[in-house]
């Protein structure tokens, strides 16, 4: 059935790199959920109207509230399938995060509304009557709603969608909230112990619950989060496998949307390479990474000398002044100036962002260490925070010069 919806709908399905495919994608999404949810709101919404169930009619609300996530979902992709313009450069994609931003806030508005009627039952209740055709509603709902997980986890796998990957998993918890309510309607025809209300408050307490998540999950790429560790340990991997490239370090990746990403790297090459040899593999990377992978990345050159003996042991000396102090510290762009009473060493060290020791006292403890290995050493020091992984660029940098 998925296969079948993707192949009549959605044109040039498999060219999923392409914006307007991945807009149709989207496009397909939004109209089933909008069609399946609006359905099985009406359905539940009758059945609880003539039931006199509150918890009924608040899995109808529930489903209400994805239907407008659909609607919202739905506009958000064409929008964010907008080309760039004069005044939004970077594009549109992050339209798409902020119309889950506004499903989430209409998800929390219907999950307080309906725990404010389903408490006024639970200290006020009504008979309710538990039907046949309750069961067969509620039982439907199950089997609709496991299908559309199925389906939107596929299509936000294939296009890599976080936002319907989200109404994916808000598809399986509608499954547990349902098949709730259903136990709740067998206990009561069995036993005519009427949990309705008590069960209403429990489908509202997870609306607002799925409601607070959302926000945060949709709030969190606005805001802008760290890069994930596979995004970032492919592109290492991948600037360290060309010719030339002796290390990395100072990446930092920016996202402004789901396919729209920018970045920066310091790529270490030879201070004795021809520079126009190093700018040609700085011209391959940024190239490659256009049309490979959809990046836009600016590379930075830093030339690195290799074969001085006393510039070697120096750096080795700070590796393991680091290393002591915290494993997660690391060094990049070291230099050494030489002079008849001492020698300068420039060299920029990159911590975590939350790291525990503040700026000055590790500068400090840092030129205490050299002074204890060579008194003749002065230290100069820029200290720069880790936007990804730092540790990982270093394991893949020595990885790589060992071999």
Known sequence: MTEFLIKHFVKDYQNVSNVKVREGYGKLSGVVGITCNVLLSVAKFLTGLIFSSISVMADAANNL????????????????????????????????????????????????ELIKTSLSKVFHPEASHVGAVTFVVLSLSILVKLWMFFFNRHIGKKIDSTVICATAQDSLNDVIATFAVLISALITYFSDFNLDGYMGVAVSVYIIYAGINLIKD?????????????????????????????????????????????????????????????????????????????????????????????????KDMLTQILADIDASITHHDFRMVKGTTHSNLIFDICVPVDFYISDNELIDMIINAVHLCERTYECVITIDKSYCSSISVSDKTDKKNRG
């Open 65 to 112: 509230s994805d239907a407008m996530s659909s609607v919202v979902t739905l506009v958000g992709f064409k929008l964010s399938g907008k080309p760039a313009d004069k005044e939004h450069p970077y594009g549109h994609e992050r339209i798409e995060y902020v119309s889950g931003l506004v499903v989430s806030f209409l998800i929390l508005f219907i999950g307080i």
């Open 218 to 314: 949709t709030a969190d790429p606005l805001l802008g989060v760290a890069p994930s560790a596979e995004l970032t340990d492919k592109i290492i991997t991948k600037v360290l496998s060309y010719h030339g490239v002796e290390g990395i370090h100072d990446l930092i990746i920016h996202n402004y949307g789901p396919k729209r990403c920018f970045a920066s790297v310091h790529v270490e090459v030879s201070a004795k390479q021809d520079i126009l040899e190093s700018h040609d593999i700085a011209d391959n990377i940024e190239r490659d990474f256009k049309i490979e992978m959809g990046i836009d990345l600016v590379v930075h050159l830093d030339p690195l000398i290799k074969d001085d003996e006393t510039i070697n042991s120096a």
